[in-house]
């Protein structure tokens, strides 16, 4: 006789800055629920883990990144990737995050049925000696807190001549960890956060470093303090001091965003001058810095304490704005005619995005099809009863809307038992208009974008990357909206009312 699987209440996928603050949560605000945390790899961390080039960081300040419930208290503001892993890794010894985590588990399939109420799960297991094995689970609530980043392998556009070259070829997201490029000519291609984070950090060593970039990129330049946030720090306690320093990034954050979407021109200017005055070189700023789109079309990159602008000027490092005719064994020759000798070719050219960490699912048999479905408050699925998608804000941290997801998970749990559904799946309005689910003209979501659910015209279809905006709806919305449930048990009272059917 065939046993049957385990059953957990709530299933987190990822082990990641998403999924640690995801497990807080459930741990704390669905403290009778059985859950587990499915990390395939074998490290907690997620992005943090698996990205080791020199200099990397976040460009979001560690107010908002970090966790509301975690004070941050290190003196950068913006902070390195080891410090961010780090916290993340003590926030997660708490006992009852710990001891859910199950390493070397990546989830391969999940077929969830309306008659059983669950979602059955495949999961590919590794031990330690690499072997796998293929093992179920069920559980009632799917929370996908892996991201939306294809961990092994990034974009790779071809670039032509690249075998000619005999010198040695680095991806950022496999960096080596015994490369050396001391005293030597090192050449990025690309010029978006990675390669804005590489060029000071690597210049330190090299004999120089040239950022070949094919068109140019919005940069600021930002203090790696913050003064504001360091006062709070010396008069209020850690919690507090910590809550009101998020709480002025979070208002700052937004206010420099809606200026650069309702007055561009405006915001061109300042970034531009801000440029200027710290270059001194206003014909590098005109042919390397001044991108043909508006601010915030794509992602702003950040330069802590200007960083890169001052390895530019101290001339250790260099932008180069061109295309690429061909590499050749010493270097690279561009549209213009001039080459530019390398030892070392760093290819920052980009993350590949990969909807639901590359697993299939399906609904009572039916396969999903994702990039047919829309979104729902920016992490539910048309459709799709009992799953959440963890995806976080492209014009600010990443963990705001992250934290306000997890806790919209743990409502609808509640929301669920406290009625006596065992499910509930959003319905889609008629008369939609679509947009992608991310609002970017980068290359990265571009390319990936149609695999992914649509946002709507209306609330709660649309992802309105505005945090003031969203935490109400999070918080205290109303959890029945455009939702279908399974028909709940006959009352054996009459329920109170229930405020937040009353409140949209």
Known sequence: MTSSPEHLDVVIVGAGLSGIG??????????????????????????????????????????????????????????????????????????????????????????????????????EVTDDDGGTERRS????????????????????????????FEGQVVRPQFWPEDLDYTGKRVVIVGSGATAVTLLPNMAKDAAHVTMLQRSPTYITAVPSRDKFS????????????????????????Q??????????????????????????????????????????????????????FKALKSGSASVVTDTIETFTPHGVRLASGKEVEADVVVTATGLSMLPLGGATFSVDGRPVQLGDSWVYRGLMVSGVPNLALCVGYTNASWTLRAD????????????????????????????????????????????????FPKQGDRQPWTMRQNYLLDAPSALHGNLARNMVFDAPPPPTSIPAPDLEEIHA
Request: aromatic residues 12%; positive net charge; charged residues 25%.
């Open 137 to 164: 689970l069920t559980c009632g609530f799917l929370y996908l807190c892996s991201g939306y980043y294809n961990y092994e392998h990034g974009h790779e556009p071809a670039l032509a001549g690249i075998g000619n």
């Open 230 to 253: 360091d006062a709070a720090r010396r008069r209020l306690p850690a919690g507090p001091a910590h809550h009101v320093a998020r709480a002025k990034n979070i208002l700052f954050t």
């Open 255 to 308: 206010a420099f965003y809606q200026l650069c979407r309702r007055r561009p021109e405006f915001a061109k200017k300042f970034i531009r001058e801000q440029t200027t005055r710290i270059l001194g070189d206003e014909q590098s700023v005109q042919e390397n810095f001044v991108p043909a789109y508006n601010p915030w079309d794509q992602r702003l990159c950040v330069a802590p304490s200007a960083d890169f």
């Open 404 to 451: 306000l997801s997890s806790r919209y998970v743990c409502r609808f749990v509640k929301y669920l038992d406290r009625h006596g559904h065992r499910y509930g799946a959003p319905t889609v309005e008629e008369g939609m208009r679509s947009r992608p689910i991310l609002d970017l003209t980068s290359g990265y979501v571009q390319r990936a974008v149609s695999a």
């Open 22 to 123: 995801a497990a807080y949560r459930v741990s704390t605000e669905l403290k009778d629920k059985s859950f587990a945390v499915l990390e395939a790899r074998t490290a907690i961390g997620g992005t943090w883990d698996l990205f080791r080039y020199p200099g990397v960081r976040s460009d979001s300040d560690m107010f908002t990144l970090g966790y509301p419930f975690r004070p941050w208290t290190e003196a950068k503001a913006i902070a390195d990737g080891s410090s961010i892993l780090r916290y993340i890794r003590e926030t997660a010894e708490d006992p009852r995050i710990r001891e859910r985590i199950r390493f070397s588990t990546k989830l391969i399939a999940a077929a969830w049925s309306s008659a059983d109420a669950r979602w059955t799960l495949d999961l």
